[in-house]
Nanobody, 123 residues
Framework: QVQLVESEGGEVQAGGSLRLSCGAS??????MGWFRQAPGKEREFVAA????????LYADSVKGRFTISRDNFQNTAYLQMNTLKPEDTAVYYC??????????????????WGQGTQVTVSS
């Protein structure tokens, strides 16, 4: 019954913007996050947010450009991506934590995952 579904990504020119959403169902979660994975590379942390939205974490590579948010009434998380760079090209995954705690950056700190959505940034 627990399910996370990302919105469709897309292709954008360098310097442009995209917004991803992640709809959750089946239960509520403590913290939620976004990860990304490029071909041949490890899945890497992008951003995370606490249930209240007060605590947020960002990878240094996206800080100042990306913003994570959530709507608990709709059980949805968002990732606003601005000033995109070609190095941001990857499959983006939504993730959620079922238990208590502060948001973290490790993949093993999350219990549920979406299927991923492709984001391509061209020059």
């Amino acid at each position: 019954q627990v399910q996370l579904v990302e919105s469709e990504g897309g292709e954008v020119q360098a310097g442009g913007s995209l917004r991803l959403s992640c709809g959750a169902s089946g239960r509520t979660f403590s913290y939620m996050g976004w990860f990304r994975q490029a071909p041949g590379k490890e899945r890497e942390f992008v951003a995370a947010i606490s249930r209240s939205g007060i605590i947020t974490l960002y990878a240094d590579s996206v800080k100042g450009r990306f913003t994570i948010s959530r709507d608990n009434f709709q059980n949805t998380a968002y990732l606003q991506m601005n000033t995109l760079k070609p190095e941001d090209t990857a499959v983006y995954y939504c993730a959620a934590r079922a238990g208590l705690g502060r948001p973290g950056m490790g993949t093993n700190e999350y219990d549920y995952w979406g299927q991923g959505t492709q984001v391509t940034v061209s020059s």
